[in-house]
C-alpha cells in the first residue's frame, strides 16, 4: 500500500510561484507514472500533469508553459513547479499515479492564488 503525502500549498498573489511536493512511501511509485491532479471548489478533480518514471511529461493545457512537473526515483518524490500562478489555479492539489489509483489519494494540500 502506498501512502502519499503533498506539501507547499498556500496562499500566492497572481504571478507567484508556489512549488508542491510528494512524498510517498512504497518503492512502486519511483517505477510507475504518477501524476498531480487538482479539484477546484464545485469542479471535477483534474489531471493538471503526469510524468513517467524516465521523465516524459504531458501537461493540461492550462498549465502548459508555467507548471513544470518532476520526480526523484531515489527519494520516492515528485515535484510541481507552479510559476505565473493565476486565480483559477485555485484549487486542492493531490498527487497519485496516473492512472490514478482510488486507495492512494492523500490529503492534498491547498493552493489559493488571490490578492
Known amino acids: 500500500q502506498v501512502q502519499l503525502a503533498e506539501s507547499g500549498g498556500g496562499l500566492v498573489q497572481p504571478g507567484g510561484s508556489l512549488r508542491l511536493s510528494c512524498a510517498a512511501s512504497?518503492?512502486?511509485?519511483?517505477?510507475?507514472?504518477v501524476g498531480w491532479y487538482r479539484q477546484a471548489p464545485g469542479k471535477e478533480r483534474e489531471l493538471v500533469a503526469s510524468?513517467?518514471?524516465?521523465?516524459?511529461?504531458n501537461y493540461v493545457d492550462s498549465v502548459k508553459g508555467r507548471f513544470t512537473i518532476s520526480r526523484d526515483n531515489v527519494k520516492n518524490t515528485m515535484y510541481l513547479q507552479m510559476n505565473s500562478l493565476k486565480p483559477e489555479d485555485t484549487a486542492v492539489y493531490y498527487c497519485n499515479l496516473y492512472p490514478q489509483r482510488t486507495n492512494f489519494w492523500g490529503q492534498g494540500t491547498q493552493v489559493t492564488v488571490s490578492s
Open positions: 510524468i513517467t518514471r524516465d521523465g516524459s511529461t
Open positions: 512504497g518503492s512502486i511509485f519511483s517505477i510507475l507514472p
